[in-house]
């Protein structure tokens, strides 16, 4: 009897004939997938940071970013673009009792220095509190807000447009042109001394502040040159609306704006913009951006107040319609005797404003006898007169004394 022994190579092929798949390529070899009974999905890598490459359409969980907005699309070959919120997103942080409230642009991860920064109190419903100042470091977009008194409240930081990152190091492409206002009255840095004021403003772009009643528009930017000094320049809109430096360095201004030496502040009724510090002749890397666009100071007349716009200024006065107005005023007079159950006289001053008719509040000398009557009335226009009548069974002389005659009219 014989038997047959396949060769070793033979055996090995038979085996792997009878091996199975253990790995499907979804991409080719399914069909109308249906996940929803699945006990978990994870379509998107995640991890604390960005990663420096990816492709089109590739999606990342960035666990240290804000929720809601934390997931990333790449959108170009190594550009990753935050997903969801306003504009590219938002992060918001409460904060109790404090002057200055600091988030770093590592925590807020927005990407961008063109951020909208808005602090509501913690009221029912909140309001809108107006801090004393807002700084956004251009580097690191870290945000400063400062408050004049403590204040507590929630902190809300939007990025509104742009803000894509670029690889793990997140450089912000940042908004074009002047979405939601970001570019009005920008001052930049472009060089060692020179800076860029209001350089998105032009005709097609204005911008505009309001003084008062007047809206001025801004369509040209302009070039601050500076050629020595360690100090501040202030940029801000004069009362009049002109573009303004204010300085006390050596620098000069291109048409379009107005270098004022002398100043170590915001002018009183100027709108402020930057400030930006120089030191031995060049400007530091960064300045202090004091605009509020959203913001506004609301005067209501409450009763007998009156408000009136007056180009850029609003004025405040008394509405004499409904507040009662006076005028008063003074002499010293001195009566000859008067006998018993006699009057003397009549002695008048000047009172200018008192009208024939006028009722007249008398006010006579401490040191007046018993036993006297007097009284007063506008005898002619701007005219008081004084007559005193004696009912103390004697004579009486008076003495040299001051009287006052106060007239109140009401409408």
Known sequence: MSFFKPSTAYAL?????????????????????????????????TGSSLPATCTVGQTYLNTSAQPGQNWYVCTAANVWTAQGGIGTGTYSTAFASVTSVTVPGTTHQLGTAKLIVEVYDNGNPALLVEPDSVVINPTTYDVLVKFATPQ???LVISAAGGGSSSGAGGGGSGANGMAAQLGDFQVTRTSATTLALASNCSS?????????????????????????????????????????????????????CTASPGITTFPANSIPLFSWAATSGSWNSAGADWRAFLSAKTVAAGTGIAILETGPQTQVAVDSAAVPTYITGTATLAFPSIAPAGCASELTFALPGAAVGDSVAEGWPGTQPAGLLGMMRVSLPNTIAVRICNFSGGPTTLPAATYRATIVRSF
């Open 13 to 45: 092929a038979a085996m792997a004939m009878c091996q199975a798949q253990t790995r499907i390529d979804l991409r080719t070899q399914s069909k109308s997938i249906d996940f929803s009974s699945a006990s978990s999905t994870k379509p998107s890598q």
């Open 204 to 256: 097609s772009t204005p911008c505009n502040a309001r003084l008062g009643g007047v809206v001025y528009s801004v369509a040209q930017g302009a070039t601050v040159t500076l050629s020595g000094g360690t100090g501040t320049a202030y940029f801000y809109m004069d009362a009049a609306g002109n573009l303004t430096v204010g300085h006390n360095l050596a620098l000069t201004c291109t048409p379009g």
């Open 152 to 154: 507590s409240g929630t």
